[in-house]
T-cell receptor
Framework: NAGVTQTPKFQVLKTGQSMTLQCAQD?????MSWYRQDPGMGLRLIHY???????DQGEVPNGYNVSRSTTEDFPLRLLSAAPSQTSVYFC?????????????FGDGTRLSIL | AQSVTQLGSHVSVSEGALVLLRCNYS??????LFWYVQYPNQGLQLLLK??????LVKGINGFEAEFKKSETSFHLTKPSAHMSDAAEYFC?????????????FGTGTRLTIIP
């Protein structure tokens, strides 16, 4: 049981490049989300999905795109990378909707934009 | 609207001493509250959660937290610190509303254990 798997673990991009951060979970969880973690700012929600085919914006969605074609996968796309998007990105999932559902986090993708 | 304030971005305690990490919340509806722990180069793990049952919540690794509505606080404690407790700790709040489950995290407290 792998849990939440994020790839790649590290990535360096040049400004203007695009890329996709992958997230997969093998727990049949309905709810998936993407956060970014910046020093002194905690985790901020980028996008989330309550099931296949359904996504919505979080606190900081600009510059990012998501889709949810299957229950297992929730990729995050950077459309045109900017230095302000240098961060650590975490994907999380939970079994169902509901405020008391614990979230399971991946180990993160460390992204640097030059 | 909801928010979380963690007092002290860095806390150092001696091994065997009491650990106290402070969290105050603001929420327009009854909240659910969480503490997560993050070890270096890893994702976050749930330590404990308050979901309007008992106000004193026990979690993993000997940690506990008490929900105090009058003080809008949810401080994390552990009676005796262990070296393995060194990590970053995040308090988070979610409104007690189905359909609005977004977690809002605090800025984190890095706990250092002094041998």
């Amino acid at each position: 049981n792998a849990g939440v798997t994020q790839t790649p673990k590290f990535q360096v991009l040049k400004t203007g490049q695009s890329m996709t951060l992958q997230c997969a979970q093998d727990m049949n969880h309905e709810y998936m989300s993407w956060y970014r973690q910046d020093p002194g700012m905690g985790l901020r929600l980028i996008h989330y999905s309550v099931g296949a085919g359904i996504t919505d914006q979080g606190e900081v969605p600009n510059g990012y795109n998501v889709s949810r074609s299957t229950t297992e996968d929730f990729p995050l796309r950077l459309l045109s990378a900017a230095p302000s998007q240098t961060s650590v990105y975490f994907c999380a999932s939970s079994q169902a909707r509901g405020p008391n559902q614990p979230q399971h986090f991946g180990d993160g993708t460390r992204l640097s934009i030059l | 609207a909801q928010s979380v304030t963690q007092l002290g971005s860095h806390v150092s305690v001696s091994e065997g001493a009491l650990v106290l990490l402070r969290c105050n919340y603001s929420s327009s509806v009854p909240p659910y509250l969480f503490w997560y722990v993050q070890y270096p180069n890893q994702g976050l793990q749930l330590l404990l959660k308050y979901t309007s049952a008992a106000t004193l919540v026990k979690g993993i690794n000997g940690f506990e937290a008490e929900f105090k509505k009058s003080e809008t606080s949810f401080h994390l404690t552990k009676p005796s610190a262990h070296m393995s407790d060194a990590a970053e700790y995040f308090c988070a709040v979610s409104p007690n509303n189905f359909g609005n489950e977004k977690l809002t995290f605090g800025t984190g407290t890095r706990l250092t254990i002094i041998p």
